[in-house]
């Protein structure tokens, strides 16, 4: 398996990867359960530059020139400036009076999303990937990585805490109850 900083061909990919991921999050975003219109919402995003979801914050991982797996991580510090393009075409296209919750702040590199194949679950890629993202932020750079996991999935966080993450907090991101946890 080969782990890279995505392009914007890969767009497509990530943005279907990316729905396996945070598909309610984004049918919160456009106020209706559509595949289809979620997927084209993120694919917006992921395809354009200086967005939360953009492909530059994605890392790709490939297995026989196949894009089996994708980790949404960036700089909890610009999540202001990330969201603002999101959340302008939201009000703009969806609803004007959403309200957002911060789910990082500054003093984490934030995995906002990891999506594994539905073909792929189950074979080790999202954690080979955290595995790859902890030694880039946190080993060689010496940053904090910092994520947030739903109540209602243990296995997902029994799979963090494995890894070396421990619980700093709770959030709430459009109603949903989220641990947050670190790794530093």
Request: include cysteine; charge should be negative; proline fraction near 2%.
């Amino acid at each position: 398996m080969n782990i890279r900083k995505a392009i914007v061909e890969d767009s497509e990919a990530i943005a279907a990867l990316l729905m396996l991921a945070t598909g309610e999050v984004i049918y919160r975003f456009i106020g209706e359960v559509d595949y289809g219109k979620g997927k084209d919402f993120l694919l917006h995003f992921v395809k354009s530059v200086g967005n939360q979801y953009s492909f530059q914050n994605c890392y790709v991982a490939e297995e026989e020139g196949e894009i089996v797996a994708t980790a949404l991580m960036y700089d909890g510090a610009k999540l202001e400036e990330l969201r603002k393009p999101v959340l302008e075409y939201i009000h703009q296209h969806y609803d004007a009076n959403l309200i957002i919750e911060n789910e990082t702040q500054a003093g984490e590199f934030y995995v906002d999303s990891l999506g594994v194949a539905t073909s792929q679950q189950g074979k080790g890629l999202g954690s080979t990937l955290l595995r790859f993202l902890i030694d880039e932020i946190v080993h060689k750079n010496g940053e904090t990585l910092g994520l947030l996991v739903d109540r209602t999935n243990p296995g997902a966080k029994k799979l963090y805490l494995k890894l070396g993450f421990q619980p700093v907090g709770e959030k709430k991101l459009l109603g949903l109850s989220l641990e947050h946890l670190q790794l530093k």
